[in-house]
């Protein structure tokens, strides 16, 4: 049975673009490698595969991994998939401070859909957003709350 997770994969379309952007939100390359061969065809089910990956450590020690599939690129148009898209929905981060988190994300290339908005019972605020690829994030700021 499962033991943990042990990361989340991105196909991306550049990963120079890709590595920055996540780099700007505090992750950090762990390993850089291309992949290609028997194995990783097998794998992924794609002959003659080339993918470049970066897995990439978060501050508590999550992992994310950019993948951009050379050989076999992604050629449809990009396109940011509504929050109800049947799949892998979003990733959601706990962050410092939603709305410096919200700037940087639109300086890297990203887009946020609607500003931040404090949950009813006050306990935390949250935003979703697109990453440069088009990615869903949801972003998530844990509020303090005084109790009287």
């Not at 410096?100 to 009813?120: A, F, H, Q």
């Amino acid at each position: 049975m499962i033991r943990n997770v042990r990361h989340t994969g991105l196909v991306i379309r550049n990963a120079v673009k890709s590595r920055s952007f996540y780099e700007g939100l505090g992750f950090v390359v762990e390993k850089h490698a291309n992949e290609s061969g028997e194995f990783i065809s097998h794998v992924v089910g794609i002959d003659d595969v080339q993918i470049e990956t970066i897995k990439m450590r978060s501050p508590d020690g999550s992992m994310i991994e950019l993948l951009q599939y050379h050989s076999h690129p992604d050629r449809s148009p990009q396109a940011k998939p509504p929050a109800n898209k049947l799949g892998c929905s979003h990733l959601a981060f706990t962050v410092n401070s939603i709305l410096d988190t919200c700037r940087t994300i639109e300086e890297l290339g990203g887009s946020i859909v609607n500003p931040p908005v404090v949950s009813k019972d006050g306990n935390v605020s949250v935003a979703y957003c697109y990453d440069n690829d088009g990615i869903l994030l949801e972003i998530v700021e844990e509020l303090v709350v005084v109790k009287k």
